[in-house]
């Protein structure tokens, strides 16, 4: 939508400029010429007055006449003037003008004759500079209508990007967006319907976890005390044949305790993910707060390096948990500085959080398989890697060992796009001004 009304609204600039400018520009042109032509006939006139006075008393045009006649007023083209007596003596003052030229003559009552010859070219420069005039203005109408094109666009595609950001993060389960009016009437009616269908759907949500969450605690309830019931029978009981079917039956309840847990995850899973727009130095440097003194302990530095602009899509909880098993595997198996620095990757926006030290890195034998669960060079469990890949996927980014030695863990996340707010495209919560949006607002915060 944006180039469209970019391109309608230059469209017409363009061809208003077009269709008032060339008429302007000819009709300037033109003007100018008609302009000097009969400031010429004027000046032939008038001195051919002033040469009929002469010959009335039997005089001729002086030179200083003919010359102020040439050189005209301010203004005034350069002419050759050429007057003509009865008697048949010819006076001439001026140099021959390049042609074309501009000739106009008048007769006076004694039969003398006057003419003005004036170059064209002169004429001709001004006519052009009226035309560059024209042209400069059209250029500027051009110019400012293509600003003008460009904040209209703004304004109108902004609110619309943002409504489609909404949209997709209310289909997606996350947290409801902010509603700012945005001055376009038709695109605030959809913002509003949008608050309520989210106020809706929020409460629908709110409802179904509400019993789910019931729902498990009344199944877990019987299922526990039925499990310690099984136990106990297998404890005391003397028969064999009934400890056996309690041991069978323990299993069947354990096995459906399992189906229950499933069931929840399965749940939660579907109810959408929970990223959000965040600030990649907030995390880090809380991250560093919690490590900094047990690095000073361990007689080593935290050096953090990220760039206050960098904004990724992720879980924020997830992310430091990521940031937390990538310094507690670097305190534990590297050496030196510990680096967590940030850098852009690629050109939609994406971030790079580089995790490094100045350890001998990772063994060749154990790299290819460092994220596999249960792989331990020895005093671990082998989990926190793989967990914190699980957790990067989850937001859709990805954890890969960029260098062995020294070691870099680069986490890749999805970056908000440079170009919108993030607290825009991705609001922290609901901020709804109107009355009528009251009862969602406390919903809201009830829920949570």
Known sequence: MRRRVLLATISAVAVAV???GVPLGIFGARYVVATQEQRVN??????AATVERAVERGESPADDQLRRASEGRSGDLAARVTVSLPDGEQLTYGEDPNPPAILKSAETDNRAWVSFEVSAWGVYVQAAQIVALVVVAGVVAIGAGIAMAVWQANRLAAPLVYLAASAEQLGSGQVRPSLEPSGVEEIDLVAAELAR???RLAGRLAAERQFAQDASHQLRTPLTALSMRLEEIM???DDDDVVEEARVSLEQVERLVHVVDDLMSTSRRSQGGTTEAVA???VVTQQHEEWADTFANAGRELVVDVAPDHRVLATPGALAQVIATLLENS???GDGTTTVRSKPSGPKGAVALEVTDEGPGVDDEIAPRVFERGATTGGSTGLGLALARDLVAADGGRLELAQRRPPVFRVFLAGVPRTLDPR????PGTTIS?????RGWLHHHDED
């Open 18 to 20: 077009i269709l008032l």
């Open 42 to 47: 004027d000046r032939t006139v008038s001195f």
């Open 197 to 199: 269908s989210a106020d």
């Open 235 to 237: 404890l005391t009981s």
């Open 280 to 282: 990649l130095v907030d």
């Open 331 to 333: 305190l534990k198996y």
């Open 424 to 427: 825009v495209v991705l609001p």
């Open 434 to 438: 109107s009355r009528g949006r009251r």
